[in-house]
């Protein structure tokens, strides 16, 4: 299973954009790239997903690299509610998602 | 109207215990998966099953072991429970196994065994 790098830990301040990247040098053709958060206590949640092409949803944007070696996850405007674990894992066919360590973001009002 | 819900939310319970984990969907997905976060908060996958049929078993201990009587439930057994099953068990649905389909975990059970 691919592989992905994030950093450990981000801090952000409220309302300003927040850009969480993420390395995935071993990539193959067909894995997706997903974006998960856990925030305290919960359960972890779907926040986006992508192949290829930018993404857009009503949580976040997906930037891809044109070598898909690595993506950048954007939320626009950072809440409180946003400070969260994210992660970045590639799906492949079998339909594990691998979390990693993840990237802890920090967001002061 | 939740989607995934775990029964119980909390267990206590002794070393050498048998204990159970329930997890319903109500999204009509086809695929249910558990998963274990441990004390160092790594998430790691535990089984997998697909229209009642195991697809994904992780190495996990056969003291572990999964039981789906329908597509909508997908039930985690333990016999002998030990120490170092204490963890937050989580369970997930999607509509399939492979492909670009998010999950949906519900909100975790936290096992503690003493």
């Known amino acids: 299973d691919a592989k992905t790098t994030q950093p450990n830990s981000m801090e952000s301040n409220e309302e300003e954009p927040v850009h969480l990247p993420c390395n995935h040098s071993t990539i193959s053709g067909t894995d997706y790239i997903h974006w998960y958060r856990q925030l305290p206590s919960q359960g972890p949640e779907y926040v986006i997903h992508?192949?290829?092409s930018n993404v857009n949803n009503r949580m976040a944007s997906l930037a891809i690299a044109e070598d898909r070696k690595s993506s950048t996850l954007i939320l626009h405007r950072a809440t409180l509610r946003d400070a969260a674990v994210y992660y970045c894992i590639l799906k492949g066919h079998t339909g594990k998602l691998i979390f990693g360590q993840g990237t802890t973001l920090q967001v002061k009002p | 109207d939740t989607a995934v819900s775990q029964t119980p939310k909390y267990l206590v319970t002794q070393m050498g215990n048998d204990k159970s984990i329930k997890c319903e969907q109500n999204l009509g997905h086809d695929t249910m998966y558990w998963y274990k976060q441990d004390s160092k908060k790594f998430l790691k996958i535990m089984f997998s099953?697909?229209?009642?049929?195991?697809?994904i078993n992780e190495t996990v201990p056969n003291r572990f072991s999964p039981k789906s009587p329908d597509k909508a439930h997908l039930n985690l057994h333990i016999n002998s429970l030990e120490l170092g099953d204490s963890a937050v068990y989580f369970c997930?649905?999607?509509?399939?196994?492979?492909?670009?389909?998010?999950?949906?975990f519900g909100p975790g059970t936290r096992l503690t065994v003493l």
């Open positions: 099953y697909n229209n009642k049929e195991l697809i």
């Open positions: 992508g192949l290829t």
């Open positions: 997930a649905s999607s509509q399939a196994a492979g492909g670009p389909r998010e999950q949906f």
